[in-house]
């Protein structure tokens, strides 16, 4: 299947369309699209609140001519099955679409290429598979939940430039510049929820919400806390709504963290690790949850604990122009690694400049 130059412009700009509903759709996909006719975009639409109109729906809402004959680019196939909303599919056989191109088929089981028949069954052109690593990219999120039944999950750490996130006796205020903890409430500002573990809480209490930059919808707070240590005047607990996943049955300590407004979720144990909180299951219960994206803010030894568990896909390393010293705090807590061949190879998939320090986006897997 062959695509025009002007199939990819358009597709772009549906692509560019997503960073609309980036912090807001989950947990739906940012969906973005528009609508073509004679070779010029007549409408445009994106996703931005569940419950809320999908983006093909917009787009031909805001229409400025009628949408009979028109190509319609969307980031994601037309879903096919009654939600909160009704199926996308109709309303474009209804509209008189002529062509529909999608960059992606939705892996949600009940679209799954269903979108894409509905559409052709109604004489409509449907395609897919146009700019679709681009696509995948912008909807990592929502494709990792529905096919791998957990969340998309970053670590967010702050080094020096020997890879250092504190001095020994935990001073790590502030490591990096200005620039940089706003990007990082940027970052905070698109993942479904923030985790961090009971060292943190108990070192640093942090709050985790998002302060330095807009944001419509706040993340829900996460900590993985396996003996219940956290106290009920936490700062993570404020405003409610924080969830604590741990592996104790003490119920006590359990009642007065849901007094202080907390979702309390017992997790089964570690088989490896007796009293620790199993971090794959965690996972698996953020993705039931619904949430898309998870960033971590978290200590040396919960990073090394979730990229032993093989729930973490990508690393946001901001690198500050310094050096601390071997005495200062690492980034992951992990086994002795005997040899190079054992090592945890990751890729770089992004590195730019923020104030003075770097960003450096790392990937694991393939």
């Known amino acids: 299947m062959s695509f025009s130059a002007a199939d990819h412009a358009f597709m772009a700009r549906a692509l560019a369309l997503t960073e609309r509903g980036r912090d807001t759709s989950t947990p739906n996909p940012n969906?973005?699209?528009?609508?073509?006719?004679?070779?010029?975009?007549?409408?445009?639409?994106?996703?931005?609140?569940?419950?809320?109109?999908?983006?093909?729906?917009?787009?031909?809402?805001?229409?400025?001519e009628?949408?009979?004959?028109?190509?319609?680019?969307?980031?994601?196939?037309?879903c096919a099955h009654h939600g909160r909303?009704?199926?996308?599919?109709?309303?474009?056989?209804?509209?008189?679409?002529?062509?529909?191109v999608s960059a992606l088929r939705d892996p949600f089981p009940q679209v799954n290429g269903r979108g894409l028949e509905r559409l052709r069954a109604a004489g409509i052109q449907a395609e897919a598979g146009l700019m679709e690593a681009q696509a995948r990219e912008v909807h990592r999120g929502f494709l990792s939940r529905v096919t791998r039944g957990r969340p998309w999950m970053r670590i967010k750490a702050a080094a020096s430039i020997d890879g250092r996130t504190a001095m020994a006796s935990g001073e790590s205020q502030?490591?990096?510049?200005?620039?940089?903890?706003?990007?990082?409430?940027?970052?905070?500002?698109?993942?479904?929820?923030?985790?961090?573990g009971i060292g943190t809480v108990i070192h640093d209490d942090p709050q985790l919400t998002v302060r330095h930059v807009?944001?419509?919808?706040?993340?829900?707070?996460?900590?993985?806390?396996?003996?219940?240590?956290?106290?009920?005047?936490?700062?993570?607990?404020?405003?409610?709504?924080t969830i604590v996943f741990t592996a104790s049955d003490d119920g006590v300590r359990r009642a007065a963290l849901e007094a202080a407004g907390a979702e309390v979720v017992i997790v089964p144990h570690d088989a490896a690790k007796p009293g620790r909180t199993d971090l794959a299951a965690v996972a698996r219960m953020l993705g039931e949850r619904g949430f898309n994206e998870v960033t971590v803010e978290t200590g040396a030894r919960l990073n090394g604990s979730l990229l032993a568990a093989g729930v973490i896909d990508e690393i946001v390393l901001y690198l500050a122009p310094r050096i601390l010293g071997d005495a200062?705090?690492?980034?992951?807590?992990?086994?002795?690694?005997?040899?190079?061949?054992?090592?945890?190879?990751?890729?770089?998939?992004?590195?730019?400049?923020?104030?003075?320090?770097?960003?450096?986006?790392?990937?694991l897997g393939s």
């Open 31 to 64: 969906v973005g699209c528009v609508l073509v006719k004679d070779g010029r975009i007549v409408g445009e639409g994106w996703h931005a609140r569940a419950g809320e109109p999908h983006a093909e729906i917009v787009a031909l809402a805001n229409a400025t």
């Open 66 to 78: 009628d949408a009979r004959g028109a190509t319609l680019y969307v980031t994601l196939e037309p």
């Open 85 to 100: 909303t009704g199926p996308c599919a109709d309303k474009l056989v209804e509209a008189g679409v002529a062509r529909v």
């Open 174 to 196: 502030w490591i990096t510049g200005e620039a940089a903890r706003r990007d990082v409430h940027a970052l905070r500002a698109r993942s479904c929820a923030m985790l961090t």
């Open 214 to 241: 807009p944001c419509e919808r706040q993340p829900r707070r996460v900590v993985v806390d396996s003996r219940l240590e956290m106290k009920p005047n936490a700062r993570i607990l404020h405003g409610g709504g």
């Open 328 to 363: 200062a705090q690492g980034l992951f807590a992990l086994p002795a690694i005997e040899r190079l061949k054992d090592s945890i190879g990751v890729r770089i998939a992004e590195v730019r400049s923020v104030g003075e320090d770097l960003r450096v986006t790392l990937r």
